[in-house]
């Protein structure tokens, strides 16, 4: 099927778009790690299901050895340190300017890609990230404008540490987009990526496990739960951010580059535009449409 890859990847994006929404109303709420380990638990819990419906059993045993050991560092760079970190920026940086490092991660796994896979890149690909990057961070470094004259802006104060926290979650995503499609590699082709993103969460949850045993913060994980408002933000965003998210997004790179494909999921702030104009209200200049339209001209390139 033409473009399949192509076309779900934009899927990705927009599970992304709503995973995002719900995960910052979460975070805002309970805090970003309590948010991090309650996720994960609501989408082990659906992978099961799914799994012991399909194959009849709760975890991939058909899976060989090397697929558990590359899916499960996966899951230990991009879903515990990099979404640590990555939670952490949206709190202090703001999905905007957080978003706009995130999106570094597509140029980042291209160079891992083209180094460690042997992934080949034609100019115009390599000219289409830098245009659909390019037009991502226009539309995210336009300031925000609430459309209510009266209401109150809230202003985050970028420093060097908030800046490093948003580069540490994005090289964990970017190493963890590798890692996965090494993972899924076989001699017979690649395995299925709802299996695949489930051994990723698997190893995750048990580091926060570990992470919240060490560190004595179960009471967070206590106090979070009796949120019954966040627990639902939280088991929202679960089922579009690592359920269907992230499995579409291993699906992808069954068809596309890891460089490519990184490409399309930094399209995630130009889907957010509507949601900040009518759930957040804010204004949406023409600057942000101009940025918007290079993006989508940049992935264009990467199409053809």
Not at 87 to 115: D, H
Not at 168 to 181: D, E, F, P, R, T
Not at 232 to 254: D, E, K, R
Request: charged share 10%.
């Amino acid at each position: 099927m033409p473009f399949l890859g192509e076309a779900t990847a934009l899927a990705t994006v927009l599970c992304w778009t709503l995973s995002v929404q719900f995960f910052e109303a979460a975070a805002k709420r309970i805090g970003s790690t309590p948010v991090n380990i309650i996720r994960l638990f609501f989408a082990l819990i659906l992978f099961s299901i799914l799994l012991l419906w399909r194959d009849g059993s709760i975890v991939p045993l058909n899976f060989p050895n090397h697929a558990w050991i590359y899916l499960s560092f996966s899951g230990i760079i991009g879903f515990f340190i990099g979404d640590i970190f990555l939670f952490k920026a949206l709190v202090e940086l703001g999905p905007r300017v957080a978003m706009l490092i995130q999106s570094l991660a597509a140029p980042t796994a291209a160079i891992i890609g083209w180094l460690c896979l042997d992934e080949v890149y034609l100019f115009h690909q390599w000219v289409g990230m830098a245009v659909a990057l390019s037009g991502v961070s226009f539309v995210i470094l336009e300031r925000a404008r609430k459309a209510a004259p009266n209401a109150l802006r809230i202003a985050r104060k970028i420093t060097a540490k908030s800046v490093g926290i948003g580069l540490v979650g994005m090289i964990g995503q970017a190493g963890g987009m590798v890692l996965s499609k090494i993972g899924m590699q076989t001699d017979s082709g690649y395995l299925d990526a709802f299996s695949a993103t489930q051994v990723r969460a698997i190893a995750a949850f048990i580091c926060f496990i570990l992470f919240f045993t060490i560190t004595k913060r179960w009471r967070d994980v206590r106090n979070a739960l009796c949120d019954t408002r966040a627990v639902v933000f939280t088991s929202m965003g679960a089922v579009f951010g690592p359920f269907i998210g992230v499995s579409l997004s291993l699906l992808t790179l069954h068809y596309l580059t890891t460089g490519v494909a990184s490409t399309f999921f930094a399209l995630v702030p130009i889907t957010i535009i509507p949601f900040s104009i009518f759930l957040q209200k804010e204004h949406v200049s023409i600057r942000a449409v101009i940025g918007a339209c290079t993006a989508v001209a940049g992935v264009y390139l990467l199409t053809i």
